[in-house]
C-alpha cells in the first residue's frame, strides 16, 4: 500500500526546494511507521508537557503582580497552586484512562453531556491552541528582549511572526521531527530554572523565621481594614488571575494519538512528569518571589528580576542569569508546538464528525494535517499582530477559554462516574475529585470572565461564539447533504435486476469503463447507471477503483489502517456483484493513499495500459445554485483527477449527482 514516491531526480527546482523545506513524503507500507512517528514519556514530556511547564513564565508573575501590596499572601497562593496542578492533571489522568483514543475534552463533551456541550469544548479548544500559540510566542519574545535595549522592543511584533511561520515549517515535517530539535531546550529550562530555584531556597533560610513574621503582620492588618471577606476575594483574584499557570495540561489527553503503546500508559506517565514539574516550578517561584522580595522593573519579566538578582554574585552570574531567561523563552516557543500538535488533532475530530470541513481531516505527505497547521499558525499571527504581543491582553483570552474546556470535562466525567458507580467501586473516589476539580475550574472562569470582560474577555466569547456559529453552520449543510445522498441510497441500493449473472473474465480489447467509487452507496450506484444510460450498449467491462484514504480519523495504528482497507475492499465487491448482476464483467482495484487523487490517478493509469479501450468515470455533487463555501466544504477531487488525466491523453468523463443543500 502507499503512493508511488517520485524520484528526486524527476522534481523541479521548486518540488526540490519544498521537500527540502518540509521533508520527504513518509511511506505508509513502513511496518514500523506508526512505532517511528510514536512519542516515549520523556518526548512527550517535551513536547506536550511543555506547554504546562512553560506557563511558570507567566502565569505566576500575574498572580503575584494581582497581589499588589499583599505579597505575604504569595506562600499560600503558590502552595494553592500546586495543590490545583495535581487536581486537574488527576482529573485528565482519568480521561486518558477513560477515553484512550485522544481529544481530550472535545471527546469528553461529546460523549457525556451531548454534542451541542461537545461544540462549545471544541471550539473553545481551537480558539485555546491558537492562543496557546500566540501567548508562548509572545512570552518567548517579552523573555529573550528583557535583556535587550528598550528602544529595540518596537520590533517584538515581527519577531514573533517570523517564530510562527518557523514553527509552521517545524510542523508540517512532522511532529517528531520538530519534537527532537527542541529537546535540548527543554533540558537547558529545566537545568537552569532547577538550579535557580533550589539557590532561591537554599541560600535565603534566614529569610522564612522574617517572612513567617511578614504574613502574620499582614495577616492582621488586612483583618482589621479590609476583613476576612476582602482578604478572601483578593486571594481568589489573585489565584483566578493566575489560571494562566494551568494552561496546557490538557494537552497530554488531547494529543494521546501520538503516544508509544501503550497509549495509556504513556499519557499518564507523561502527565505525572508534567504536574510534578509544573507544580515544584510554579509553587517554589512564589516562595522565591516573596524570599528576594521581588518587585516589577519596566521591561523585564518577573522571572528576569529574579534570576538577575539570585545570579549577581555568582561568577559569569550575569551570563548564567541571561541562559536562564533565555532557555524560558526558548521552552516558550517548544511550548507553542503544543498548539500545532493538539489543535489540528481537535480539527480533525470535529471534522470527522461535521464540524468542520472534511478537508481537515487530510493528511499530507508528510503525515502530517497541513491544513490544520496551516490555519492555526495564519491565526495566531493574526491575533500577535491585533494585540500588538501583549502578554497580559492574551492571557486573559486564554485563560477564560481553556476553563471553559477544563470545566466542561469535569463536568463530563462527574456524570461518567455517576452512571458507572454500579461498576466501579472506586467512583466516588475519581467522582470528588471531579466535583472539586468542577468547583475550581468554574470558580476560575467566572472571576476571570468578570474582572477582565472589558480588558479584552469580551473578544475571546466573541471569537469563540463565531467559531460555534460557523460549525453549526457548516454541520447543517453537511445533514442536509447527508439526507440527499440518504434519498439516493433508499431508492437505488435494493432495486430489481432482471439480467443473468455475468461471471465471465475481462476481455482487454473491449470498451472498458472505470468508475472511481469512494464506498457502497446510492451515490456510486447511480453514477453506474447514469453510465449505462448515457452510453447504452457500449461498455463490456467495468472495473471499479477506490482508493482508501488514510486521514486522521484512521491514522491512529495499524489495525485502523488494515481496517480501513477492509471496508473499501467489502464496499468494491458489492460494486462488482452488482455490476455482474448487470450483465457486465467485472472487477475492482484499489490502493492505499492520503491523497485521493494521486492515488486513483496511479491506478486509473495502470489500468489504462492493460485495457487502453478505456474511459474514466466520476460521480460530483452538483447543487441547483453553486454557493462560494461549496468548494472549501466539498473537494474538487473529480476536476482534479478529470485535469491530470486529460493531460496524459486519458479520458475522463464527470457525471453530474443532484442534491439539495
Not at 102 to 109: F, K, L, M, N
Not at 321 to 333: K, P, V
Not at 482 to 511: C, M, S, V
Amino acid at each position: 500500500m502507499g503512493t508511488k514516491q517520485e524520484s528526486a531526480s524527476n522534481l523541479n527546482f521548486f518540488q526540490k526546494l519544498v521537500r527540502a523545506i518540509f521533508g520527504a513524503p513518509k511511506q505508509l507500507k513502513d511496518p514500523h511507521l506508526f512505532h517511528k512517528m510514536s512519542l516515549i514519556p520523556i518526548l512527550a514530556w517535551v513536547g506536550l508537557g511543555a506547554d504546562g511547564l512553560s506557563s511558570s513564565a507567566y502565569g505566576p508573575e500575574e498572580a503575584f503582580r494581582a497581589l499588589g501590596q499583599h505579597t505575604y499572601l504569595a506562600i499560600l497562593l503558590g502552595l494553592t497552586t500546586a495543590v490545583t496542578v495535581f487536581i486537574i492533571s488527576y482529573a485528565y489522568s482519568r480521561i486518558i484512562e477513560h477515553f484512550p483514543h485522544g481529544g481530550g475534552g472535545y471527546i469528553v463533551a461529546t460523549h457525556m453531556l451531548g454534542e451541542k456541550a461537545g461544540v462549545v469544548s471544541g471550539s473553545a479548544l481551537l480558539v485555546d491552541y491558537v492562543l496557546t500559540i500566540t501567548v508562548s510566542i509572545a512570552a518567548c519574545v517579552d523573555a529573550m528582549f528583557s535583556y535587550i535595549p528598550q528602544h529595540y522592543h518596537h520590533y517584538k511584533v515581527p519577531v514573533a511572526c517570523s517564530l510562527a511561520v518557523l514553527l509552521i515549517v517545524l510542523n508540517i515535517r512532522g511532529v517528531k521531527e520538530s519534537i527532537s530539535v527542541m529537546a535540548p531546550i527543554f533540558a537547558t529550562f529545566v537545568i537552569t530554572h532547577v538550579l535557580m530555584l533550589m539557590d532561591g531556597m537554599f541560600t535565603h533560610t534566614q529569610r522564612f523565621v522574617p517572612l513567617a513574621n511578614e504574613f502574620k503582620t499582614g495577616l492582621s492588618h488586612d483583618l482589621s481594614t479590609i476583613g476576612f471577606f476582602g482578604i478572601l476575594m483578593l486571594f481568589l483574584r489573585a489565584y483566578s488571575l493566575g489560571g494562566g499557570t494551568y494552561t496546557g495540561i490538557e494537552a497530554v489527553s488531547n494529543g494521546l494519538q501520538i503516544m508509544r503503546e501503550p497509549r495509556v500508559k504513556t499519557g499518564k506517565r507523561t502527565m505525572v512528569y508534567m504536574a510534578t514539574s509544573l507544580a515544584f516550578t510554579a509553587g517554589v517561584l512564589f516562595l522565591c518571589y516573596a524570599l528576594i522580595g521581588v518587585r516589577p522593573v519596566a521591561g523585564k519579566t518577573l522571572n528576569a528580576v529574579l534570576a538577575d538578582g539570585l545570579f549577581a554574585n555568582w561568577p559569569m552570574g550575569h551570563w548564567l542569569a541571561f541562559i536562564t531567561i533565555f532557555s524560558e523563552g526558548a521552552l516558550l516557543l517548544v511550548a507553542a508546538q503544543t498548539g500545532f500538535v493538539d489543535g489540528p488533532r481537535v480539527m480533525a475530530n470535529m471534522a470527522v464528525d461535521s464540524w468542520f470541513p472534511h478537508r481537515f481531516a487530510a493528511l499530507s505527505v508528510r503525515l502530517t494535517m497541513r491544513n490544520g497547521i496551516m490555519l492555526m499558525g495564519l491565526s495566531a499571527i493574526a491575533l500577535l499582530v491585533y494585540t500588538g504581543g501583549s502578554v497580559s491582553a492574551l492571557i486573559i483570552m486564554y485563560s477564560i477559554n481553556v476553563f471553559v474546556t477544563f470545566s466542561l470535562s469535569q463536568l463530563g466525567m462527574s456524570r461518567f462516574f455517576i452512571q458507572r458507580r454500579k461498576e466501579d467501586p472506586k467512583w466516588l473516589q475519581h467522582l470528588s475529585v471531579h466535583l472539586v476539580g468542577l468547583v475550581l475550574c468554574s470558580t476560575i472562569l467566572v472571576i476571570t470572565t468578570v474582572e477582565k470582560f472589558a480588558e479584552g474577555g469580551w473578544l475571546t466569547l466573541v471569537i469563540t461564539s463565531l467559531v460555534i456559529w460557523l460549525c453549526y453552520l457548516i454541520k447543517n449543510h453537511y445533514i442536509r447533504v447527508r439526507q440527499g445522498i440518504a434519498q439516493l441510497d433508499e431508492a437505488l441500493l435494493d432495486f430489481p435486476i432482471t439480467h443473468a449473472y455475468n461471471d465471465a473474465p475481462l476481455n482487454k480489447n473491449d470498451l472498458t469503463a472505470i468508475q472511481l467509487v469512494s464506498g457502497y452507496s446510492g451515490f456510486g450506484v447511480h453514477t453506474l447507471l447514469s453510465i449505462l444510460t448515457t452510453f447504452p450498449k457500449t461498455y463490456k467491462n467495468v472495473i471499479f477503483v477506490s482508493v482508501a484514504v488514510v486521514d486522521s480519523g484512521s491514522f491512529k495504528g495499524a489495525e485502523e489502517v488494515e481496517a480501513l482497507e477492509q471496508s473499501v475492499r467489502d464496499g468494491l465487491e458489492k460494486y462488482v456483484t452488482l455490476a455482474r448482476r448487470l450483465g457486465f464483467a467485472a472487477e475492482h482495484r484499489m490502493e492505499t493513499a492520503i491523497d485521493v487523487v494521486e492515488g486513483a490517478i496511479d491506478l486509473c493509469k495502470e489500468i489504462h495500459e492493460t485495457y487502453p479501450r478505456s474511459t474514466v468515470f466520476t460521480g460530483q455533487l452538483t447543487f441547483r445554485l453553486e454557493k462560494f463555501y461549496h468548494r472549501l466544504l466539498h473537494n474538487e477531487t473529480a476536476f482534479a483527477i478529470q485535469r491530470r488525466l486529460q493531460w496524459d491523453g486519458i479520458t475522463s468523463v464527470i457525471l453530474p449527482i443532484r442534491v439539495r443543500s
